[in-house]
T-cell receptor, first 111, second 114 residues
C-alpha cells in the first residue's frame, strides 16, 4: 500500500459546485497532515493544515479520520480559480521527519 | 520578503555530464528540502537539512546524487554522470523550523538530460 494515496481525477465540476477529495495514508503513526495546492507548472503552496477536530478556512473544509486513516478536503461554491492539483501531505512519523506528498488530485472548475 | 529562489530555472545537459542546482532558502529558515517531480508525477523527497544536524539523505535515488548546505543557508544539489531518467523538475523548499512548519517552495529547476 502506498504511503499516501489520492484519486488522480480529474474532477471536472461546474462553477458553484461542491467537490470533495479524499486521501488515505498507510502510516498510523503519522501526526501531521496538510493540503497543498499546485497550479500547472508552478510550485506547491500550502492550502491548509488538517487538525484532528477538523478545520475550515472560508470555502475550504479539511477533516481527519484517524481510525480509517483518511483525510478529506471539501470545497464549496467552486470558483474557476480553484482549478489546480490538490496534494495530500502527511508526515512519516512523529517529530521532524520528512513529509510524504501524494500525487495529487486534479480539479477543473468549468464556467 | 524574498521567497525561495533557485537557479538555473532551466538546465539542458548531455547524458554523462555533471550538473549543480542551487537553492537560496528564505532567510532565517533552518530547514531546507530538495524534491523532484517528474512529468505528471508527485513530489519525490530527496534530502532534508535541519540546522546543524546531519542531513536526512534517505530519499536520494543513487550515489550519483549529493547535496550540501553551506553556512546553514544556500544549498547545492549535485547530480553526477546524469542519466535521461534524471530529467525532472527539482524543487527546493524551506521552512522556519522543521517539516511540520509550512514549507515554502522555490520555482524549481527544470532539468533535461539529452
Amino acid at each position: 500500500r502506498k504511503e499516501v494515496e489520492q484519486d488522480p481525477g480529474p474532477f471536472n465540476v461546474p462553477e458553484g459546485a461542491t467537490v470533495a477529495f479524499n486521501c488515505t495514508y498507510s502510516n498510523s503513526a503519522s501526526q501531521s497532515f496538510f493540503w497543498y495546492r499546485q497550479d500547472c507548472r508552478k510550485e506547491p503552496k500550502l492550502l491548509m493544515s488538517v487538525y484532528s477536530s477538523g478545520n475550515e478556512d472560508g470555502r475550504f473544509t479539511a477533516q481527519l479520520n484517524r481510525a480509517s486513516q483518511y483525510i478529506s478536503l471539501l470545497i464549496r461554491d467552486s470558483k474557476l480559480s480553484d482549478s489546480a492539483t490538490y496534494l495530500c501531505v502527511v508526515n512519516r512519523n512523529s517529530g521532524n521527519t520528512p513529509l510524504v506528498f501524494g500525487k495529487g488530485t486534479r480539479l477543473s472548475v468549468i464556467a | 520578503g524574498a521567497g525561495v529562489s533557485q537557479s538555473p530555472s532551466n538546465k539542458v545537459t548531455e547524458k554523462g555530464k555533471d550538473v549543480e542546482l542551487r537553492c537560496d532558502p528564505i532567510s532565517g529558515h533552518t530547514a531546507l528540502y530538495w524534491y523532484r517531480q517528474s512529468l505528471g508525477q508527485g513530489l519525490e523527497f530527496l534530502i532534508y537539512f535541519q540546522g546543524n544536524s546531519a542531513p536526512d539523505k534517505s530519499g536520494l535515488p543513487s550515489d550519483r546524487f549529493s547535496a550540501e548546505r553551506t553556512g546553514g543557508s544556500v544549498s547545492t544539489l549535485t547530480i553526477q554522470r546524469t542519466q535521461q531518467e534524471d530529467s525532472a523538475v527539482y524543487l527546493c523548499a524551506s521552512s522556519l523550523d522543521g517539516p511540520l512548519d509550512t514549507q515554502y517552495f522555490g520555482p524549481g529547476t527544470r532539468l533535461t538530460v539529452l
